[in-house]
């Protein structure tokens, strides 16, 4: 029972952490497309747990992993 629930709560993170990229990712592409800066792409909200900065754009991994944002120009 309890192996259950782990598993149950597990599979629905995983869910809920791509979906919230995929929504993100799409934020993200029509920014780029757009010609606007994006300055952060980020899983989580902040605090930062991790992430690196590649061309103009910082990405990073936060602690708090109910949602996602793209920080634009």
Not at 58 to 65: A, G, H, K, T, V
């Amino acid at each position: 029972m309890v192996s259950t629930a782990i598993w149950f709560v597990l599979s629905f993170i995983i869910a809920l952490g791509i979906l919230v990229f995929v929504h993100e990712l799409g934020h993200f592409l029509v920014a780029k497309r757009a010609g606007i800066r994006v300055e952060r792409f980020s899983l989580g909200f902040p605090p930062k747990a991790i992430g690196f900065q590649w061309g103009e754009t910082e990405y990073c991994l936060s602690w708090i992993p109910f949602g996602g944002y793209v920080k634009v120009a």
